[in-house]
């Protein structure tokens, strides 16, 4: 099958979910990232790789991480950036999405950074600049509905790689409501490509997808067996604003049985470090305590990430294939 | 007529060219992969006390836009204070003068050198900017056609080597 990711020299044309990326293309992210993590110390915080490009973040659902270190990274790279925040602009007014896109594409846009509601949305538009002959624009995706978040996955490989080394050795553990996280899709989707032998999902049974051991993970309802030995313990937040109906108790009582303590964390690795997508919910799913502890390696994962990000609009902007 | 260049006899004549040149304070910087090799040597023959940089210029490079992203670029590290500081810029083989014109944009990019020189093993021809070497121990007498590389190579105890191959 076409991979609407890849164009047909099997290069990244846009970047849309980490399911179905080659491994290779992965690992190439990950090894191009690294040297942009130094440019934060430089006296000129500045490369001027995409000098001259226009990028539009295009904000259809609310975020200030995700949207600022995309900014971030774009000005890092010398890129003019229009932070467009849909939601209070023309869609209110009743504008559709592709109508939107056509609009700033007749502003000479050459990348867009997509968040939308809809699981899709990102996906939708690469289609429409692919059938309207406009292939030279780039999207990536920053977060669609409960799909995907591939920077998010990227940026958390680039964590653990930073800190394990090697993905072949590893036990993982993702903690909590992975029924409404695009996050825990891209991190389950990337670690099985990269080789991470067991990977397991820990949570109740109202917040796992039915039948989410197809994904290849091993699903543990008791945190004190999912964490035993592992590595890396990959929280992610509760998401509130998501849930319909009775999913869950009280944010106590959850706290109670899945929030990562240090007592909890104790059957861990000793070396076993502590992720978060952020935003935390402190007291909810984490203590305090372990998210400002020693394990926690929550901000490296927001610096890392401006430089995945570099990688990922650096790689879409030039043809990577001239070189091979 | 030029398949067996001697490197390490070049080597020795790009130091003592420079040696009367340099001071305690020099810093070198190389450009990968030729000119780091050659930088460490030339540290180290010219007694300098500052180790030596290393510039990969993928992020710099004006070719950009056509070629895209160079695959599995190198890291940058820039180990002194630029500001103020005699620099010289060691690559092995001067061709075009492209990646000089990017290297010392990255440089700039640390600070403001008092001084920068730049320092190659041999000058092949076929400048396309106004760039030229303070220090060079060959220039060939009539420039390469362009269907030629010429490559530095080190082997695994160091020993350096010139290749020329029919790209």
Same mark, same amino acid.
């Given at each position: 099958?076409h991979?609407?990711?890849?164009?047909?020299?099997?290069?990244?044309?846009?970047?849309?979910?980490?399911?179905?990326?080659?491994?290779?293309?992965?690992?190439?992210?990950?090894?191009?990232?690294?040297?942009?993590?130094?440019?934060a110390?430089?006296?000129v915080?500045?490369?001027?790789?995409?000098?001259?490009?226009?990028?539009?973040?295009?904000?259809?659902?609310?975020?200030?991480?995700?949207?600022?270190?995309?900014?971030?990274?774009?000005?890092?790279?010398?890129?003019?950036?229009?932070?467009?925040?849909?939601?209070?602009s023309?869609?209110?007014?009743?504008?559709?999405?592709?109508?939107?896109?056509?609009?700033?594409?007749?502003?000479?846009a050459?990348?867009?950074?997509?968040?939308?509601?809809?699981?899709g949305?990102?996906?939708?538009?690469?289609?429409?600049?692919?059938?309207?002959?406009?292939?030279?624009?780039?999207?990536?995706?920053?977060g669609?509905?409960?799909?995907?978040?591939?920077?998010?996955?990227l940026?958390?490989?680039?964590?653990?790689?930073?800190?394990?080394?090697?993905?072949?050795n590893?036990?993982?553990?993702?903690?909590?409501?992975?029924?409404?996280?695009?996050?825990?899709?891209?991190?389950?989707?990337?670690?099985?490509?990269?080789?991470?032998?067991?990977?397991?999902?820990?949570?109740?049974k109202t917040?796992?997808?039915?039948?989410?051991?197809?994904?290849?993970?091993?699903?543990?309802?008791?945190?004190?067996?999912?964490?035993?030995?592992?590595?890396?313990?990959?929280?992610?937040r509760?998401?509130?604003?998501?849930?319909?109906?009775?999913?869950?108790?009280?944010?106590?009582?959850?706290y109670?049985?899945?929030?990562?303590?240090a007592?909890?964390?104790?059957?861990?690795?000793?070396?076993?470090?502590v992720?978060?997508?952020?935003?935390?919910?402190?007291?909810?799913?984490?203590?305090?305590?372990?998210?400002?502890?020693?394990?926690?390696?929550?901000?490296?994962?927001?610096?890392?990430?401006?430089?995945v990000?570099?990688?990922?609009?650096?790689?879409?902007?030039?043809?990577?294939?001239?070189?091979? | 007529?030029?398949?067996?260049?001697d490197?390490?006899?070049?080597?020795?004549?790009?130091?003592?060219?420079?040696?009367?040149?340099?001071?305690?304070?020099?810093?070198?910087?190389?450009?990968?992969?030729?000119?780091?090799?050659?930088?460490?040597?030339?540290?180290?023959?010219?007694?300098?006390?500052?180790?030596?940089?290393?510039?990969d210029?993928?992020?710099?490079?004006?070719?950009?836009?056509?070629?895209?992203?160079? +695959?599995?670029?190198? %890291?940058? @590290?820039?180990p002194? *204070?630029?500001? /103020?500081?005699?620099?010289?810029?060691?690559? &092995?083989?001067?061709?075009?003068?492209?990646?000089?014109r990017?290297?010392?944009?990255?440089?700039?990019?640390?600070?403001?050198?008092?001084?920068?020189?730049?320092?190659?093993?041999i000058?092949?021809?076929?400048?396309?900017?106004?760039?030229a070497?303070?220090?060079?121990?060959?220039?060939?007498?009539?420039?390469? +056609?362009?269907?030629? %590389?010429? @490559?530095l190579e080190? *082997?695994?105890? /160091?020993a350096?080597?010139?290749?020329?191959i &029919?790209?």
């Amino acid at each position: 099958m076409h991979n609407p990711q890849l164009n047909k020299h099997g290069e990244l044309q846009h970047l849309l979910t980490i399911d179905g990326l080659p491994r290779d293309v992965i690992s190439a992210i990950l090894d191009t990232a690294a040297p942009f993590t130094e440019v934060a110390e430089r006296e000129v915080k500045k490369l001027p790789l995409l000098r001259g490009k226009s990028i539009f973040n295009l904000f259809f659902e609310n975020s200030t991480r995700t949207r600022t270190t995309f900014e971030i990274a774009a000005k890092r790279l010398s890129a003019d950036v229009v932070n467009l925040n849909v939601s209070t602009s023309s869609t209110a007014k009743g504008e559709s999405l592709l109508d939107t896109v056509d609009n700033l594409c007749a502003m000479q846009a050459d990348m867009f950074v997509v968040r939308h509601a809809a699981s899709g949305a990102p996906f939708l538009i690469a289609q429409h600049l692919l059938a309207t002959g406009r292939d030279h624009i780039h999207v990536v995706n920053a977060g669609d509905g409960r799909h995907a978040h591939p920077t998010q996955g990227l940026l958390d490989m680039y964590t653990i790689r930073h800190y394990k080394r090697d993905f072949t050795n590893l036990t993982v553990a993702i903690v909590g409501d992975v029924l409404h996280s695009r996050v825990a899709r891209s991190q389950i989707s990337a670690l099985t490509t990269l080789g991470v032998p067991e990977v397991r999902v820990i949570g109740p049974k109202t917040l796992l997808p039915t039948e989410v051991e197809r994904l290849g993970v091993r699903v543990c309802h008791d945190m004190r067996e999912g964490l035993k030995d592992v590595d890396v313990v990959m929280m992610l937040r509760l998401q509130n604003e998501r849930m319909n109906g009775a999913l869950l108790p009280t944010p106590q009582e959850y706290y109670k049985i899945w929030g990562l303590t240090a007592e909890k964390l104790a059957l861990a690795k000793p070396d076993a470090i502590v992720m978060h997508p952020g935003p935390m919910n402190r007291g909810v799913e984490i203590d305090s305590a372990v998210a400002d502890g020693a394990q926690a390696v929550i901000l490296p994962q927001v610096t890392f990430g401006i430089a995945v990000r570099m990688a990922v609009m650096s790689m879409l902007a030039g043809q990577q294939g001239s070189y091979k | 007529m030029m398949h067996n260049l001697d490197a390490e006899a070049l080597c020795q004549a790009l130091i003592e060219q420079m040696r009367p040149q340099v001071g305690p304070d020099t810093a070198l910087v190389g450009i990968h992969t030729g000119g780091v090799w050659l930088a460490q040597r030339l540290v180290a023959a010219l007694g300098l006390k500052q180790s030596p940089g290393s510039i990969d210029v993928s992020f710099y490079r004006d070719d950009f836009g056509s070629r895209g992203l160079h +695959p599995q670029p190198k %890291r940058t @590290e820039i180990p002194f *204070d630029v500001e /103020g500081a005699h620099v010289i810029i060691v690559d &092995d083989v001067l061709y075009t003068g492209r990646t000089t014109r990017a290297a010392i944009n990255e440089l700039f990019d640390f600070g403001r050198p008092g001084r920068v020189e730049l320092a190659v093993l041999i000058d092949r021809g076929g400048r396309e900017l106004p760039i030229a070497p303070k220090y060079c121990a060959l220039t060939l007498p009539a420039p390469l +056609p362009a269907n030629q %590389r010429l @490559e530095l190579e080190a *082997d695994a105890a /160091g020993a350096l080597t010139l290749r020329l191959i &029919d790209a």
